[in-house]
């Protein structure tokens, strides 16, 4: 597969799946437009309100990017805009700065081929993993996420339980998993199935816990699920700090990405 095929998937993909969940919560706001998508959670989470897939050009379209900046700063609710290869990254930078914007070190956008990949098996002693399938389970991962902010975020698990049944639906795209430790949920993994290729969001482990391996081998069990139902492509966002460490699973870079807050 060609880089621009990988880079048209992984961001289908991470649209997709900004506006999945929110779309089952009643008290947010969801703006899918031909040219820019608009997700507001209704929660206070900057990884849960998202503008993205823009194709708007600055000099053209400076009134609905002020629109879709003004929509979250008048309720002094926290977002991140994300630029990637085929959505303004390149060309949106100064302007979303001189809107007064922060931007965070670019990230690589990665992706392993599934078909050709030799997944390994690590599972660490007395490590437990589900993909998650129960309200029950929700609630875990929801606690596990929660709790690896500092200090705990609670809207995270608002999020998770208003929105539980699209996330274990049975032909739910989003993919949870936990790992448990003698019964207790110690480590959760968010991915999502969409356009071919099944891409990492969240990964998280209790303090306590981390250093063990347990987030790796909840990847490592969603890169065999994905692959024995014939999903071709894997793909993940990484600062330069842990490309290393994907490179060595198995995953290469395609491009460049950029998160605005």
Do not use: C
Not at 122 to 138: C, H, I, L, S
Not at 227 to 246: D, F, W
């Amino acid at each position: 597969m060609d880089r621009n095929a990988i880079v048209k998937a992984f961001e289908g993909n991470m649209w997709d799946r900004a506006a999945y969940l929110a779309r089952a919560r009643k008290d947010a706001v969801v703006e899918d437009t031909q040219d820019l998508l608009l997700v507001d959670s209704g929660l206070p989470v900057a990884a849960f309100n998202t503008i993205g897939r823009s194709e708007l050009h600055p000099r053209f379209g400076m009134d609905r990017i002020d629109a879709a900046i003004k929509h979250f700063k008048s309720k002094s609710s926290p977002f991140t805009w994300i630029l990637g290869p085929l959505s303004g990254h390149g060309k949106m930078e100064q302007t979303l700065k001189d809107s007064g914007l922060a931007g965070a070190e670019e990230e690589w956008m990665m992706a392993m081929m599934l078909d050709s990949a030799n997944i390994p098996s690590n599972v660490p002693q007395g490590f437990e993993m589900k993909r998650v399938a129960t309200t029950d389970e929700v609630k875990h991962f929801a606690e596990v996420l929660s709790a690896s902010t500092t200090p705990p975020d609670e809207n995270v698990k608002t999020f998770y339980t208003d929105t539980k049944d699209a996330a274990i639906a049975p032909a739910s795209p989003l993919r949870l998993y936990v790992g448990y430790v003698n019964k207790e949920p110690v480590a959760v993994l968010e991915a999502y199935m969409a356009h071919n290729i099944l891409n990492f969001y969240a990964m998280a482990g209790l303090a306590s816990t981390r250093g063990k391996g347990y987030t790796v081998a909840l990847m490592l069990k969603a890169l065999v699920d994905a692959k024995k139902v014939g999903t071709r492509l894997a793909g993940i966002q990484s600062p330069e700090a842990t490309r290393a460490l994907y490179e060595r699973l198995g995953f290469k870079p395609a491009a460049r990405i950029v998160a605005y807050r």
